[in-house]
């Protein structure tokens, strides 16, 4: 049932004659007549009222005003409506907070080589290939698993194709990415931070059941460890999944050719890495994709699960 007062404070706030009229302003499809057609309503209002009626002063609204969401069911937006009223969404943060992260992280490469896997956190290009497999529109309940997830670029992108009844769960070893993450991500209450290592990481929910994750995001450099803690994560991996689960993690192009070139030494032990990595592709393989606008050419290993 809509509160009668909350509905009012809808009109005053948006400055309407009717709570129903903020559909107006945003398009049903992507039609371009349809999309003209809320431009033009924006423009009127604005002019009549002084207030511009926008996505982002609809999103900040419904944060607080989960009702809102009950005018804007047939409009484009309305998911990501959705999503905010159960504050699930990624805070904005300014240039300079940016900056800061990357240096962190910088910092934490040249502390922890072989933790932190390169000099750099990951693309948006990356971020959006690795989560791929994870549609946006779901009825059940899903849990989903990012292991290694640093800064949380790929994390931005898996909460922007959660649903409100999903479970995202982030495992991470280093101290200081696990602070990040808590500041950046506390504030959303499906979202669950554990500070671990993946090998001896129980998943369980509030029952005490262990969980079997529908979705597996890896940021771990896999090149970096030695084959038997590799093998320990696909084992982990394996426990931890179900029918139909999907494992996706990348692996940068060229490096392991430059290194045979380069450092014989080294290729020798990246070698059973590299082997051990192909056979869990291979026995679960699903796809790949490659990625060649990241700062080093990667490609993402999608596999399922059976």
């Known amino acids: 049932m809509i509160d009668i007062k909350e509905t009012s404070y809808i009109k005053n706030y948006f400055n309407l ?20 057609m809320t431009k033009v309503h924006r423009m009127l209002h604005f002019f009549q009222t002084g207030t511009w009626i926008n996505k982002h002063l609809v999103l900040n609204f419904a944060i607080n005003h ?16 959705l999503a905010y009223s159960h504050h699930i969404y990624v805070p904005t943060m300014s240039f300079w907070d940016r900056q800061k992260i990357n240096l962190q992280f910088l910092g934490r490469f040249f502390k922890f080589p072989q933790v932190v896997g390169s000099l750099t956190p990951s693309s948006a290009r990356l971020a959006q290939a690795i989560v791929k497999q994870i549609p946006k529109e779901c009825e059940k309940k899903r849990y989903i698993l990012e292991v290694g997830p640093g800064t949380g670029v790929f994390t931005d ?65 896999l090149n970096k460890f030695s084959v038997e803690f590799v093998e320990k994560i696909f084992g982990k991996y394996e426990q931890i ?31 059973p890495v590299l082997d051990k990595k192909e056979t869990f592709y291979q026995h679960y393989k699903h796809s790949i994709d490659k990625v060649w606008l990241n700062i080093t050419p990667a490609q993402v290993r999608h596999h399922q699960m059976y």
């Open 241 to 271: 999944s179900k029918t139909g689960t999907i494992i996706s993690y990348f692996e940068y192009l060229f490096i392991p050719t430059l290194i045979k070139v380069l450092n014989k030494r080294k290729y020798r032990h990246l070698k």
């Open 157 to 221: 992108k898996i909460i922007k194709r959660l649903n409100p009844a999903d479970e995202l769960h982030l495992v991470e070893y280093d101290s200081l990415f696990f602070q990040l993450l808590k500041a950046k991500y506390s504030h959303i209450p499906n979202v669950k931070i554990f500070q671990a290592d993946i090998t001896t990481y129980q998943s369980g929910n509030e029952n005490k059941h262990q969980i079997k994750y529908d979705f597996i995001i890896s940021g771990l450099p």
């Open 66 to 81: 989960a009702e809102i969401t009950d005018y804007l069911k047939e409009r484009l937006i309305y998911r990501k409506v």
């Open 17 to 36: 004659q009717s709570e129903a009229d903020i559909a107006k302003f945003f398009p049903k499809n992507k039609k371009l007549k349809h999309i003209l």
